[in-house]
């Protein structure tokens, strides 16, 4: 594992979009933000840009997104949105250049793919956390406060769960990785398969109804990934309300996954795409306490 400098006041963040369309006042109320912490920040030359339901094509994205990642000055890098496209670039990330200059690099849901590719590829500890876009320019704001802790900081994060049926009581420790679950399962069957063994699981989503729930839980189990595991960090399920076959909740679903598998289990964490979502490290140690209902992060940065 290796891990980038955390970000200090005058660090220049490089704001890219490897996935989809990003309206232009979203990338600047980003710029306003991070220069609120005392960051300078530089726009991709594609960012801004629109291809079919991405931001640019692929050569666009990429290049934008490894042109971050070599240049010296950059310290981070933020993905102004999620949406879909990560996957289709991946494979062609610099990683010699992440391995040789690591930066802070921060995002959600779509960008899952990133995450789990600079990991597996270059073991580099990065922020599931909220895309320029879901950056909030609101006084106290709780999403906006906890990414800026995350990459700024230093510190630890403690998670602390709301109520939430799906917990399974015990303590566990280990490397915290996943992400968004519906990129989790495309990702099972690539090149890019982390390895799980000990590790907290952690897996959020949005917009699916419950059977897609199942349907994805079930493709990763299949593949092996939940056979190693030292315990499951359950996110929000934002609008996974039954529609297709209303007497199945997602609750129902999770909970018929999850709690026979022997591990610790911890559901009700706010991060993903609730509306209060709390940055936290991939690829860094982290104690899950179900009995205590904490999920308490190490650093993404030195």
């Not at 530089?42 to 050569?59: E, K, M, N, Q």
């Not at 994805?216 to 039954?242: H, N, Y």
Request: proline share 6%; aromatic share 4%.
């Amino acid at each position: 594992m290796i891990k980038a400098g955390r970000l200090r006041d005058g660090d220049l963040v490089a704001l890219v979009a490897p996935a989809g369309a990003v309206p232009p006042e979203q990338a600047a109320s980003a710029e306003r933000i991070l220069a609120g912490w005392g960051l300078r920040t530089r726009v991709g030359r594609h960012a801004l840009g629109r291809h079919t339901y991405l931001s640019g094509t692929d050569d666009e994205r990429l290049s934008d997104l490894n042109e971050a990642l070599r240049d010296p000055e950059v310290r981070g890098v933020l993905c102004l949105r999620g949406g879909y496209g990560t996957q289709r670039i991946v494979d062609r990330v610099d990683f010699g250049a992440v391995r040789a200059d690591p930066k802070m690099v921060i995002g959600f849901s779509d960008i899952t793919a990133l995450h789990v590719a600079l990991w597996c590829e270059a073991g580099l500890a990065t922020v599931h956390g909220p895309t320029g876009g879901t950056l909030r320019e609101i006084l106290d704001c709780p999403t906006t406060a906890a990414a800026r802790h995350a990459v700024m900081t230093g510190e630890p994060v403690v998670v602390v769960a709301g109520s939430d049926p799906v917990v399974r009581a015990g303590r566990a420790e280990g490397v915290l990785l996943g992400g968004n679950l519906t990129l989790l399962a495309s990702t099972a069957g690539t090149r890019h398969r982390p390895d799980l063994s000990g590790a907290i699981l952690l897996i959020e989503e949005v917009s699916e109804e419950p059977y897609r729930v199942d349907r994805s839980i079930t493709q990763l189990k299949r593949a092996g990934w939940f056979d190693r595991l030292a315990g499951v960090a359950v996110g929000q399920f934002t609008d996974c309300e039954p529609r297709k076959y209303p007497e199945f909740t997602v609750e129902q679903v999770l909970a018929g996954h999850l709690l026979d598998l022997g591990i610790p289990v911890l559901g009700g964490l706010p991060i993903g795409h609730g509306d209060q979502q709390t940055a936290v490290g991939l690829g860094v140690p982290a104690v899950l306490d179900a009995g205590a209902g904490t999920l308490v992060v190490e650093p993404a940065g030195h």
